[in-house]
């Protein structure tokens, strides 16, 4: 093909790609440098081709950010062809082209960080938390970017969700609060921000942090359009959003901003990752604790969100469908996260399991919902005096090592949103009959409370559902 100019590091790079993925990289840089390959391919010329930033800015303008495409440049210009420093070039080889695709898609940390920390900052040397922050929020906006350009958000959108902006900004807190220096320590605040990090912090980094590895795949693949429809290829962001059902047409925008969903869904079991669906709004069912008893009890896992009249936006995941009783119930893989004004997720201590609460209408236990902790001081618990509840974790909760997620230990709530996650199962009765109990859930609830439990209930799928199966 290109005669002995072809390196073996070059031809080594290329075989991790399959056919059919290496003559799609031979497209995308095709159309980037500017040519169809036809003469120049013929005459043995094909090394000559080259990309400019100009080029790829021209490219990328409508599927990523313009910071992204610099730092994806950055990133392609530092890879060292000759052994010599090779900074001096504005253009970027085939070669570099495809060592850089084969470094960051299907490298390891070590391959992938010299590039990454030429994304981060132009120069050679550490670099600082501050510059690391920027990077990682630029990832993460291109990512929202991108999947929405792209049409890949699979039933959520900008429109119906929270705004991005805060949750890029606690996503990006979150991933650099796993960086660790030689000695151990993790910077925190403001010293963070001003602390250097050399290339073995951020290559440790890079490899402890799943998501910088999977959110470039992303940038890449559907920013560049490059080996993204190769079934085997998308593995590593099959999941990265769930599908969402239940909102179409409703008007509702969710407590979630992208970010978040995509975080805390990476925390959930691989079997429930694929699809959330809106089983409960207060916005939209009304305030009330036994409509929301009414939608959540036998569906399944579900996530409960909630936002305090502060604005702090928190909640839990339940491993278990909730029933209504006077016990304890759930399992391990249960966890309370915070999503505003921070972002985190928190699991279990193994100091108990008090994982999961509901109960309604007792009178010798307390009425509502609860997660971590114990009666009277759970990590987050709604009163089943529908619009109160408490956050207390002095200072952690003994269930999950959680902080308070409310402003204030005793809050009033805003707004209350549960989804199941994974799949509803289907009903053992004939499907889309209603009963009685449908239309009123609050008979439903109060046959609950007395211990009748609906014979005809199954889990049937909401009659209210969308039917845009993504």
């Given at each position: ?6 390196s073996?590091?070059?031809?080594n790079h ?7 993925e290496q003559?799609?990289?031979?497209g995308v ?9 036809s ?16 080029a790829?800015?021209a ?14 440049y ?6 060292d062809?000759?052994?010599?420093s090779s900074?001096l ?5 085939k ?10 898609l299907?490298?390891?940390?070590d391959?992938?960080?010299?590039i990454?920390?030429?994304m981060?900052?132009k ?6 938390g ?8 630029d ?6 970017h991108?999947l929405?350009?792209r049409?890949?958000l699979?039933g959520?959108?900008l ?6 902006a805060?949750?890029?900004k606690a996503l990006?807190?979150?991933l650099?609060?796993e960086l ?5 320590t993790?910077?925190?605040g403001?010293q ?5 990090f050399?290339?073995?912090?951020i290559?440790?980094?890079?490899y402890?942090v799943?998501q ?5 795949s992303?940038?890449i693949?559907q ?14 962001i ?6 969402c ?9 969710s407590?979630?901003d ?12 691989a ?5 959330w669906?809106l089983?409960?709004?207060?916005r939209?069912h009304?305030?009330s604790f036994?409509?929301l008893?009414g939608?959540i ?5 579900c996530?409960?969100?909630v936002?305090?009249?502060?604005g702090y936006i928190?909640?839990?995941f339940?491993?278990?469908?909730w ?8 399992d391990?893989?249960c ?9 985190a997720?928190?699991?279990y201590?193994?100091?108990?399991d008090?994982?999961m609460y ?6 010798t236990?307390?009425?509502g919902?609860?997660m971590g902790?114990?009666h009277?001081?759970f990590?987050l618990w709604?009163d089943?005096d529908?619009?109160k509840g408490h956050s207390?974790?002095k200072p952690?909760?003994?269930?999950y090592?959680s902080?308070?997620?409310s ?6 709530l805003?707004?209350?949103?549960v989804?199941?996650v ?5 009903s ?5 009959k209603?009963?009685?109990l449908?239309v009123?859930p ?5 046959l609950?409370?007395a211990?009748?439990s ?5 889990l ?7 039917d845009?199966d993504?």
């Amino acid at each position: 093909k290109m005669g002995n100019t072809e390196s073996n590091a070059y031809r080594n790079h290329l075989s991790r790609f399959l056919p059919e993925e290496q003559s799609d990289i031979d497209g995308v840089f095709d159309t980037l440098s500017g040519s169809s390959g036809s003469a120049g391919a013929k005459n043995g010329k094909s090394t000559k081709k080259t990309v400019t930033l100009a080029a790829l800015q021209a490219r990328q303008s409508e599927p990523l950010p313009e910071q992204m495409t610099v730092r994806l440049y950055n990133g392609m210009k530092s890879i060292d062809l000759t052994g010599k420093s090779s900074g001096l070039s504005e253009q970027i080889a085939k070669e570099q082209f495809v060592i850089f695709m084969s470094n960051l898609l299907k490298g390891n940390a070590d391959e992938k960080v010299t590039i990454i920390m030429r994304m981060i900052s132009k120069t050679e040397g550490p670099v600082k938390g501050k510059q690391v922050q920027e990077f990682a929020e630029d990832l993460i906006t291109s990512v929202v970017h991108v999947l929405s350009y792209r049409k890949e958000l699979r039933g959520w959108n900008l429109e119906n969700t929270r705004d991005s902006a805060s949750g890029v900004k606690a996503l990006a807190s979150q991933l650099l609060s796993e960086l660790k220096l030689a000695d151990g320590t993790k910077p925190v605040g403001p010293q963070l921000m001003e602390t250097n990090f050399d290339q073995s912090v951020i290559e440790d980094w890079v490899y402890r942090v799943p998501q910088i590895s999977v959110f470039l795949s992303v940038v890449i693949r559907q920013g560049l359009h490059v080996l993204h429809s190769l079934p085997d290829q998308t593995k590593d962001i099959l999941n990265l959003v769930p599908g969402c059902k239940g909102m179409k047409g409703r008007g509702l925008v969710s407590l979630f901003d992208i970010p978040s969903i995509i975080y805390i869904n990476s925390h959930l079991p691989a079997e429930l990752q694929h699809k959330w669906q809106l089983l409960f709004s207060s916005r939209l069912h009304g305030e009330s604790f036994s409509q929301l008893c009414g939608h959540i009890v036998n569906k399944g896992p579900c996530i409960v969100i909630v936002k305090d009249l502060d604005g702090y936006i928190f909640g839990g995941f339940a491993s278990h469908s909730w029933e209504v009783k006077p016990q304890f119930q759930g399992d391990n893989r249960c966890f309370l996260f915070s999503v505003f004004p921070s972002l985190a997720v928190y699991t279990y201590t193994g100091y108990n399991d008090h994982y999961m609460y509901l109960n309604h209408g007792q009178q010798t236990m307390p009425n509502g919902l609860g997660m971590g902790g114990q009666h009277g001081y759970f990590g987050l618990w709604i009163d089943s005096d529908y619009g109160k509840g408490h956050s207390k974790a002095k200072p952690r909760c003994t269930t999950y090592n959680s902080p308070q997620l409310s402003a204030k230990e005793d809050f009033t709530l805003d707004a209350v949103e549960v989804w199941v996650v994974g799949d509803l199962l289907e009903s053992a009765g004939p499907k889309g009959k209603k009963s009685i109990l449908d239309v009123d859930p609050e008979a439903q609830a109060l046959l609950e409370m007395a211990g009748k439990s609906r014979q005809s209930e199954g889990l049937r799928e909401p009659i209210e559902e969308d039917d845009d199966d993504d």
